[in-house]
């Protein structure tokens, strides 16, 4: 069952599940911003940076039980292949182009997110008139 794009922007933000029991889940702005960071730090070379850059955001997006599994990029390094980082990474990727809606939203897609947006109310009255709660228009005088 899919679930409705305006409902994944209202909702708690959801976890993938791994082979093995671990999860991926979606990173802040601000982590990716820190993982940006701390790859440029681990990288010796611009060679390496996209090895690091993955080892950093498996860091942050893989979890066990609500807890990060690595402590940081370095560990991933030491811990994991290169082809285990890669596969991790990619699969955070596809499962955060999936429940993400972001800027790579098709056209179709993007209308559909705008319009139920558009359409839920905010309120009891939200975007309805309502004559009841209209001020009342000032008399002119007797009425005939």
């Known amino acids: ?7 994944k922007l209202a909702g708690p933000a959801p976890a993938g599940r791994l082979p093995g029991g671990g999860e991926v889940r979606l990173l802040t702005a601000q ?10 730090e681990l990288a010796a070379e611009e060679g390496e940076l996209a090895l690091c850059s993955n080892a950093c955001l498996v860091a942050r997006g893989v979890v066990r039980r609500g807890r990060p599994v690595y402590s940081s990029g370095e560990e991933v390094l030491e811990k994991l292949t290169a082809g285990q980082i890669e596969e991790l990474a990619r699969r955070w ?3 955060s182009r999936a429940e993400d ?7 179709e897609r993007l209308d559909r997110l705008k319009k139920a947006w558009s359409t839920c109310r905010g309120s009891a009255f939200g975007g309805v008139c309502s004559k009841l709660l209209e001020r009342c228009p000032r008399r002119r005088g007797p009425r005939p």
């Open 1 to 7: 069952m899919n679930i409705p794009d305006w409902l």
């Open 31 to 40: 982590e990716v911003l820190e993982a940006r960071r701390e790859a440029l």
């Open 93 to 95: 990727t596809d499962f």
């Open 101 to 107: 809606p972001g800027l790579g939203l098709g056209k």
